[in-house]
């Protein structure tokens, strides 16, 4: 009873500081966002793309080197490492408000390399234990609440304290990164997996070239059709984050600075409870089919709901929300259950990180691209409609993918359990 105890107690802990922590991490990436920067232009293109793409295309790079770099990760001195990192985004922001525009455009790139390798250490604190299920969704979920609450930290600063739109991510970080402190001293206070985790989830190793290369030949269709889900979901993600005020404008319809975090809680709390739910499916190989049954179930959902609003039979509150929802149900699960139990379900020894950094690589890849494609081939649509036709092509696309990703590795585990190379794959 008191190792149950101890272990729920410290599953608890886990999940708690980990959302607290990248929540904050978040905010120094997404909260620049809810500012138009209007009146310049950079090549011909609009300087908020510009900006957005630059550090979008930051972010990418660092999840190309993140592909070894977090597949090699030691597990010692990773909070200073973070403290690092954090301290470059932050300054490249002081640099974002000393040089004066459009000629400040490159420092978000510098912002987003340093962030897109924090991902990846937070989770390696909690991968390969009985409760990533849970632990993985409170971090998972820290992605939808924490845009929406630097959101609207942001607005408040220049709505009530007059600071400007330049400034105003400097000073939303710095609001974040006090209580960041205190969190990634927590981070270290984690114990790691025990024995019992061990068994059940599979030890989690570092991974050299050789791993890395062996384990996508092992699984190389099934590895593209979930990147290429990926790359869907990443860009619907990266547009809806980036333009989500631009569209409540072009909507109409009007808004308050804390309409935000309100969409974004709702849809944090039943991300939540969905995915922490999978902590009861013992079944390592049923539970990695299900998440992507909640993956499909996410296109759906987002597809049915955009068509509604195109019909105008929803107001746009209840699109946005019930099309982040959606988003969040296909998005959520590649950086909390999906890989993590494909790992347990193929008793592969391996981690997490190199998987999603291998995802994320060409998912922000392709995100990249989404912003300068609608601002040069679509120049008079706006972002509302832009995001509207995109969700309808990517939801019968994620759906089309899924189907055929089902039936890959429900295959490969029967060709692998009758090879008899994994042992216990139906664990």
């Known amino acids: 009873m008191t190792a149950s105890r101890n272990s729920l107690l410290t599953s608890v802990f886990a999940a708690a500081i980990c959302f607290a922590a990248y929540a904050c991490i978040i905010s120094f990436r997404k909260a620049f966002n809810v500012a138009p920067y209007a009146g310049y232009q950079i090549f011909g293109l609009d300087y908020k793309v510009v900006i957005i793409t630059s550090q979008v295309g930051g972010y990418m790079l660092s999840k190309f080197y993140g592909i070894k770099f977090i597949a090699e990760l030691k597990r010692i001195g990773r909070e200073k490492l973070i403290l690092l990192l954090m301290g470059i985004s932050w300054f490249a922001w002081l640099l974002f408000a000393l040089i004066p525009p459009p000629y400040n455009f490159w420092t978000l790139a510098i912002n987003g390399f340093p962030l897109g390798m924090l991902w990846g250490i937070l989770f390696s604190y909690v991968e390969g234990r009985r409760a990533t299920d ?82 996508v030949k092992t699984f190389l269709p099934g590895i593209l059709l979930l990147v290429l889900i990926y790359i869907f979901v990443t860009m619907l993600r990266e547009v809806r984050d980036g333009f989500m005020a631009d569209m409540w404008k072009a909507s109409g319809e009007s808004y308050s600075a804390g309409v935000f975090a309100q969409t974004e809680m709702l849809i944090s709390i039943v991300i939540l409870v969905l995915i922490a739910a999978m902590v009861v499916i013992k079944n390592n190989m049923r539970a990695f089919m299900i998440s992507q049954l909640i993956m499909m179930g996410g296109f759906l959902l987002s597809g049915i709901i955009t068509w509604l609003y195109l019909q105008k039979q929803v107001s746009t509150f209840q699109w946005m929300t019930l099309v982040g929802l959606g988003l969040y149900m296909t998005y959520i699960p590649y950086n909390s259950i999906l890989f993590d139990r494909m790992i347990a379900a193929f008793s592969y020894a391996a981690n997490v990180g190199f998987l999603i950094y291998l995802a994320d690589s060409f998912g922000y890849l392709a995100s990249v691209s989404a912003p300068i494609t609608k601002n040069i081939f679509t120049i008079k649509m706006n972002w509302l409609n832009f995001y509207t036709n995109l969700v309808m092509i990517t939801s019968i696309a994620g759906v089309i993918f899924i189907i055929i990703s089902l039936f890959y590795f429900e295959r490969k585990r029967k060709v692998l359990l009758n090879a008899g190379e994994v042992k216990n794959v139906r664990k």
């Open 134 to 215: 849970f632990i993985g969704a409170s971090l998972a979920v820290s992605f939808i609440f924490g845009p929406g609450l630097a959101k609207s930290v942001a607005q408040f600063l220049m709505n009530d304290w007059g600071v400007g739109e330049y400034w105003m991510p400097f000073f939303t970080s710095l609001v974040f990164f006090i209580p960041l402190l205190l969190f990634v001293y927590l981070l270290t206070k984690i114990p790691p997996p025990d024995a019992e985790d061990v068994a059940q989830r599979t030890e989690r190793v570092v991974m050299t070239a050789k791993d890395r290369w062996q384990f």
